[in-house]
């Protein structure tokens, strides 16, 4: 890939030289994560580098959540010298794309840093505006990926085990990061913003929490900083205290942190504990069962 075009001190690119990434999602059979991570790999990947393969697992996750990439050359494969400490690439929207009130195209660019093992991607709709960033351990990440390429599509424990680890890089990506930019993209272009818990009215918003049981509504806390701070309101965590420890005397009157009162609550009842563990073990059964499913429904398709 031509070094200029990843300049990090790139101007905003405009329409006369906008070409849009072809592999999207759209028209295709949806495949599972995994697979669609792998065959974005076989496509553009030009080498087996720690960083191209960090920057290609990113790439499929924007492709995935209805990103194009701005990119002088839509034929050419990713590759990326070791020796380069950061790479900067542009994404944007087909719809800014395909609009004409201006000759300008809003974007969200991503830089993608070394540190040490270490690589930063940082995502930010320009100069001045709120940058999102995740971090990944390449060691670890790139020999997921290599057992990834190595293992065939099939029902077995072992190749099971790989997808649910690709699983938890790609929702650490877009839950955290792709998720926010677009989200933020759509809201400077003014488009409609994308279905998601912090787009619903406040009021909704805390029905849906207040339905949430205090152990999930912590899991939530879990998954952006966006998301716990909605779910750190101290009147919420009362609530949920008094509702589900009826049997617990509370001294309510000295409580300054309903939260910790919750979870000292909670570690106190090993009953409520219990039901919320058969709980979780049903929930993986589940999910285990859907992705057996939909790898059976892939294989058939590969098939025909």
Known sequence: MSIDALDSGAEEPSRENMVTEPM??????????????????????????????????????????????????????FSFSEQIHSISLNYTLPALI???????????????????HMIVVYGSLGVGSLVRKVCFDKRR????????????????????????????????????????LLSDLRYKAGLELPPCLMCLPPELTRKILESLHGVDTARLACVSSELRELVSDNELWKKKCLKEFQNVELETSNVDDWKEMFASCWKEDPLLRFKMFRRFIKFRELVSLRRKLSSKRVANHLSE
Not at 98 to 116: P, T
Not at 142 to 169: F, G, Q, R
Request: with cysteine; hydrophobic share 40%.
């Open 24 to 77: 999207d999602r759209s028209g295709r059979e949806r495949l599972s994560e995994p697979l669609f991570l792998k065959n974005i790999l076989l496509e553009k990947c030009g080498d087996t580098s720690e960083l191209t393969i960090v920057i290609m697992t990113v790439h499929a996750v924007m492709l995935d959540s209805g990103f194009v990439l701005f990119n002088p050359d839509s034929h050419m494969s």
């Open 141 to 180: 990440y790139v020999h997921i990926v290599d057992l990834l390429m190595e293992t065939l599509e099939s029902e077995k424990e072992d190749t099971l085990s790989i997808h649910d680890k690709v699983l938890m890089c790609w929702r650490m990506i877009k839950d955290g990061f792709v998720t926010s």
């Open 98 to 116: 395909s609009a004409k009130e201006s000759d300008r195209v809003e974007c969200i660019s991503l830089k993608f840093q070394r540190l040490g």
